[in-house]
């Protein structure tokens, strides 16, 4: 009886968020995946195509691997972006004076809109009111302007800078928190056995951050959702795809061609590679979402 | 106690003190916003010219757009009274003599106005 | 002593760069100059503040910033309710309470992109288009949310719980009586993320809005693109406007956001 009446409880608990979820997540998911083994577009009724649209996507489109690979090098920048911000973490995190000053300074780009800083970082590249041509030229290191947005070999890395700007002081944040809880009797112990800084750093710090830095690859990972904002703002995809996001032909595929079937297999495309790259991941750092004994 | 900490808050005196700055700038919006325009126009040796043709453009999209005419006085004063907007362009013309186009940008529209500087005179390049 | 200095040096270095797209963003609000004249002055030239006058007489501000307000509280208002339940429900054992862990942990894998055309059917059945709560909806609870009051809960001793259990008091007023009040660093996380998340939001509204006073500043400041590639500052200014607001709010909250976040994080 008791048990029953806790199983109630817990349903009405869990029964709004859950509807939530239910309605503006897994089903899509599923009307994702179903429709993307259909032929279907709103005026014609749905008629199986079996794999057709997979052949499509794998063989016959080119977008569709441009987009995988420049989705790829995004999600590559993460790990590069924690490792900047596990750097800043490591300076902010002795007892400076003005720490929280400088942390919130570098968090200051997070909670800004994504569109807005689109705009500001579309500025910032312009050939000719943009900082940083003007800063590359007054340096000496470029006579011409570069047309950062514009060139197919910069246009990515460009919005890679962007990203990774609005990033980071979020990546510093939870690396900190984690540097902060670990034990400091260890580096004491460790600094009476006579080890090294360097030894310090990896025998003792990066494991103990294990769980900070799975918490940051992931968010890392969600944060290539976000980049739809900044890519359809600055670029749209532009130069000619070469800063096409898997996300970003999803949506063009699916608003601006309405092929929406064609769309649904992009989708469960995204959809499996994440969940590979979390499995990765969580490797990564050891299995049991890097858990610490 | 409680109420006199939340009072003390952050969280309440920001927003008070937006919300009081907005009352009082609107209050000031009310009070000066009739659209009246002043001013003067001088010839080249600085002497009041009366008579002269002052032309109002207000600024339309992407062009100024004429809005309105008025004569100065025998002091060389020109007034109007009916600016609807918040960027405008003043000129004035005596025969073959005219001032220069002189952007005005207001705060707010129909903004209460004494132009500073006067239109000054000269032949027509 | 001598490596604080060197942490510093570095420390500023950083700032610069991480605040120098800030300055470079005012610099072209309140410049008179042409933005696209080469050289670009470092220092705005003439500083001054009608663009935005021209802004604010060009686009309904007010209006964007309303519908902007509206609709986060519902959305932060939903999530703490929501979230908090949800989180105190995963803390009870039950049968299955695994396999609705790892269903929501999965859920945070499908983006919101993948979503948007279901949603929007669903949206417009419910007869919700164009509506604060339509625009709200979706952002009612978020799953990193629950996890974090989840980890809250988790973290409160047993002897109280079961203490009150005794006591006879319902579940719900356990909730409320002993998990909440224990838990404010989780409530101010929520309230802060939920917050940023349907403040910043701007596909979903670019897809359920259909009348231009329903839209939000996100909405707002995309559509105007278009109409603002003058020679001025306007746009920037109008970037400016829009920024105001979150980044207020943030300063003010800031150390409520990260102590939270921070708890979150370690804990989870």
Redesign the interface.
Do not use: A, G, I, T
């Given at each position: 009886m008791r048990s029953r009446r806790r199983a109630m409880v817990v349903a009405c608990f869990l029964a709004p968020a859950l509807l939530i979820f239910i309605v503006y997540r897994i089903l899509p998911l599923v009307w994702n995946i179903v429709l993307s083994f259909e032929y279907w577009s709103p005026l014609h009724p749905a008629t199986w195509a079996g794999l057709d649209n997979y052949q499509e996507m794998l063989l016959d489109d080119d977008v569709f691997w441009q987009a995988l690979w420049n989705t790829l090098i995004f999600l590559g920048s993460q790990p590069v972006a924690i490792a900047m911000a596990l750097g800043i973490a490591l300076l902010v995190n002795s007892d400076l004076k003005g720490a929280s000053v400088y942390r919130t300074i570098v968090f200051l780009s997070y909670p800004l809109m994504t569109v807005a800083v689109a705009i500001i970082w579309h500025w910032m590249y312009n050939e000719r009111g943009g900082l940083i041509n003007y800063a590359l030229r007054q340096l000496g290191i470029i006579h011409q302007p570069i047309a950062f947005l514009d060139s197919f070999a910069w246009a990515l890395p460009s919005t890679i800078v962007a990203n990774t700007w609005q990033v980071l002081g979020f990546f510093m944040i939870v690396l900190l928190s984690g540097l902060q809880n670990i034990p400091p009797h260890l580096y004491e112990a460790a600094r009476v056995d006579g080890a090294p800084a360097w030894a310090r750093f990896f025998r003792i710090t990066l494991p103990m951050l294990r769980p900070s830095i799975f918490l940051c690859l992931v968010i890392g990972m969600l944060n290539s959702f976000s980049a739809f904002d900044l890519i359809y703002v600055m670029t749209n995809g532009g130069p000619g795809h070469a800063t096409e996001l898997l996300i970003t032909y999803i949506y063009k595929e699916g608003f601006v061609s309405t092929r929406f079937d064609y769309a649904a297999a992009l989708t469960v495309a995204q959809f499996a590679i994440l969940l590979l790259l979390t499995w990765i991941a969580h490797r990564a750092v050891g299995g049991n979402a890097g858990a610490i004994e | 106690m409680r109420l006199r900490r939340v009072l003390l808050s952050?969280?309440f005196i920001?927003p008070a003190v937006l919300l009081l700055g907005t009352g009082v700038w609107n209050v000031y919006v009310a009070r000066h916003d009739h659209g009246l325009l002043e001013g003067r126009v001088i010839d080249a040796a600085g002497k009041p010219v009366a008579g002269a043709t002052v032309i109002l453009s207000v600024h339309d999209f992407v062009t100024q757009v004429e809005k309105a005419r008025t004569r100065t006085d025998a002091t060389g004063q020109f007034r109007f009274d009916n600016n609807p907007s918040?960027?405008i362009q003043l000129q004035a013309q005596d025969g073959a003599l005219a001032s220069p186009r002189v952007t005005i940008?207001?705060?707010?529209?129909s903004q209460d106005r004494v132009v500073a500087q006067p239109l000054r005179l000269a032949p027509r390049a | 002593m001598r490596k604080m200095w060197w942490r510093h040096a570095a420390l500023i270095v950083i700032s610069i760069i991480m605040l120098a797209p800030f300055y470079w963003l005012l610099k072209t609000a309140v410049t008179s100059e042409n933005i696209y004249e080469y050289p670009p002055h470092l220092l705005p030239v003439r500083p001054q503040l009608f663009n935005f006058v021209d802004v604010w007489y060009l686009i309904p501000f007010p209006r964007y910033l309303f519908n902007s307000i509206v609709v986060s509280l519902i959305a932060v208002a939903g999530n703490l309710v929501l979230n908090a339940m949800a989180g105190f429900a995963l803390t009870l054992p039950f049968v299955g309470r695994r396999s609705v862990i790892v269903l929501l942990l999965s859920c945070t894998l499908i983006p919101f992109q993948a979503t948007i055309i279901p949603a929007y059917l669903i949206t417009a059945h419910l007869g919700l288009l164009n509506s604060y709560l339509g625009l709200a909806l979706p952002l009612l609870s978020t799953i990193v949310c629950i996890f974090i009051f989840k980890a809250s809960f988790d973290a409160v001793p047993r002897s109280l719980i079961d203490a009150a259990r005794i006591d006879g008091l319902g579940e719900m007023r356990i909730l409320l009586r002993v998990m909440l009040p224990l838990s404010t660093p989780a409530i101010a996380t929520n309230i802060v993320l939920s917050f940023i998340w349907s403040w910043n939001n701007f596909l979903w509204p670019l897809i359920i809005t259909r009348s231009q006073d329903m839209q939000t500043l996100p909405l707002g400041l995309a559509r105007f693109l278009s109409y603002m590639e003058d020679t001025t500052g306007a746009l920037y200014a109008f970037v400016v406007m829009v920024l105001a607001p979150g980044l207020l709010v943030f300063l003010m909250a800031q150390s409520a956001f990260m102590r939270g976040l921070t708890t979150g994080a370690t804990k989870g």
């Open positions: - | 952050r969280f920001v918040h960027l940008r207001l705060w707010f529209r | -």
